[in-house]
């Protein structure tokens, strides 16, 4: 069997390479694709054929794909968190710095020193008071949204000397284990907001995040702190901001999300969505996402879905697969095993799981499926999709 593969932006080699040409047609261009493979371009609006089944975003967030109308389609939607996590820990890490210590003012302040190199020597010795830092030792970073991205910076800061108070109420055990033993876990974000010098923002933009870094939680840190955000533009309330820093409250914002009301403002460093903006982030992102969509079309598994409950199932030996996405409603596994008994497949093995209004099921039985038995499991009600492999 031949698996096509469209891609939607140039996608690293490494990461098409886990794709083999042998049983993968893979192209910019085709018409009936079983799957996308996509990273910045934008899928809202735009005829998804009805021949796909899957699509993968090399990359964490998924704003450009319309995750809710493809899971009403049974389209799982994968993404590839933590594949970019070191590239934003650094420049989180940088940030830190570049706010601690009026990196870029001081930067740009000696690039306008002009005259002879003795001048600018005088110039630059008599001109440096006004750009006097601070260390980070000792200073508590707040960390909000401790996935991968999270744990990395929290883990990072901590080496550094810093202190850590990290929130996260949705924390997995996997992050739990990573997270280094001295950080400190708030109980709200009212308390990481009162304990923090600096706050760095790691969780996806939602109704329920956005402005979530707001004026009532400026005026919470303590005099002279420093927001960062290299998550989602939109979860920073930048007017909020621009008030605490015009206060002398906050005393600088560190984003990677331009803005006409940012730019030019002495106490704002403004990158241009650099977060992932690596080499080794692209390829890391590329060959999780064509791994993740493989796994996925080949067998039906699932790891790292935005919108359907992670799948592992070793497959039984000898064993036809049957993979059936689904709305969540009572009976829908009794509906299957029971059209399966009628057809005398007996169930070697057998996964159901779900997640909010979506399920998906996975069941090995032995012998062949027919496509009268396909049509009629695709004919209950809630069934999305039927997929034999």
């Known amino acids: 069997m031949t698996y096509r593969v469209q891609t939607l932006n140039a996608i690293s080699r490494l990461g098409l390479d886990r794709l083999p040409k042998e049983t993968y047609d893979v192209s910019s261009?085709?018409?009936?694709?079983?799957?996308?493979?996509?990273?910045?371009?934008?899928?809202?609006?735009?005829?998804?054929?009805?021949?796909?089944?899957?699509?993968?975003?090399?990359?964490?967030?998924?704003?450009?794909?319309?995750?809710?109308?493809?899971?009403?389609?049974?389209?799982?939607?994968?993404?590839?968190?933590?594949?970019?996590?070191?590239?934003?820990?650094?420049?989180?890490?940088?940030?830190?710095?570049?706010?601690?210590?009026?990196?870029?003012?001081?930067?740009?302040?000696?690039?306008?020193?002009?005259?002879?190199?003795?001048?600018?020597?005088?110039?630059?010795?008599?001109?440096?008071?006004?750009?006097?830092?601070?260390?980070?030792?000792?200073?508590?970073?707040?960390?909000?949204?401790?996935?991968?991205?999270?744990?990395?910076?929290?883990?990072?800061?901590?080496?550094?000397?810093?202190?850590?108070?990290?929130?996260?109420?949705?924390?997995?055990?996997?992050?739990?284990?990573?997270?280094?033993?001295?950080?400190?876990?708030?109980?709200?974000?009212?308390?990481?907001?009162?304990?923090?010098?600096?706050?760095?923002?790691?969780?996806?933009?939602?109704?329920?995040?956005?402005g979530l870094v707001n004026a009532a939680r400026l005026a919470q840190m303590k005099p002279g702190g420093v927001v960062l955000n290299f998550a989602r533009g939109g979860i920073v309330d930048e007017a909020a901001v621009l008030e605490a820093l015009a206060s002398g409250h906050l005393y600088a914002y560190v984003c990677d999300f331009p803005s006409n009301a940012l730019k030019g403002h002495p106490r704002v460093v403004a990158l241009p969505h650099l977060g992932a903006s690596t080499g080794e982030a692209e390829e890391n992102c590329a060959v999780m996402a064509a791994d993740q969509l493989r796994l996925y079309l080949e067998t039906g598994e699932i790891m790292n879905s935005v919108n359907f409950p992670e799948a592992r199932l070793r497959r039984a030996e000898g064993t036809t697969r049957v993979a059936i996405t689904n709305s969540n409603v009572p009976n829908m596994v009794g509906r299957i095993s029971t059209l399966l008994a009628e057809h005398g497949l007996n169930i070697a093995d057998l996964l159901n799981s779900s997640r909010g209004e979506y399920a998906y099921t996975l069941i090995d039985v032995e012998g062949s499926v027919a496509d009268e038995l396909v049509a009629e499991i695709r004919a209950i009600e809630g069934v999305l999709t039927v997929r034999v492999l």
């Open 29 to 210: 261009e085709m018409a009936d694709p079983d799957a996308i493979l996509v990273r910045s371009a934008d899928l809202h609006g735009i005829r998804i054929p009805a021949s796909v089944q899957a699509v993968a975003r090399a990359g964490a967030g998924t704003n450009n794909i319309p995750v809710s109308e493809l899971s009403s389609r049974g389209v799982v939607v994968f993404n590839t968190p933590g594949a970019n996590a070191n590239a934003v820990k650094e420049l989180v890490l940088a940030g830190m710095l570049l706010a601690a210590r009026n990196i870029v003012p001081a930067a740009t302040f000696a690039a306008s020193v002009e005259g002879s190199d003795d001048e600018i020597n005088v110039a630059v010795e008599k001109g440096k008071k006004g750009y006097v830092g601070f260390e980070l030792p000792g200073r508590t970073l707040g960390v909000i949204g401790l996935g991968a991205i999270g744990v990395q910076v929290s883990n990072a800061a901590m080496a550094l000397g810093m202190k850590v108070l990290g929130y996260d109420p949705a924390i997995s055990i996997r992050h739990a284990w990573l997270l280094g033993s001295a950080a400190t876990q708030a109980s709200s974000l009212d308390e990481l907001f009162v304990g923090s010098d600096f706050v760095t923002v790691h969780v996806p933009l939602l109704e329920a995040t956005r």
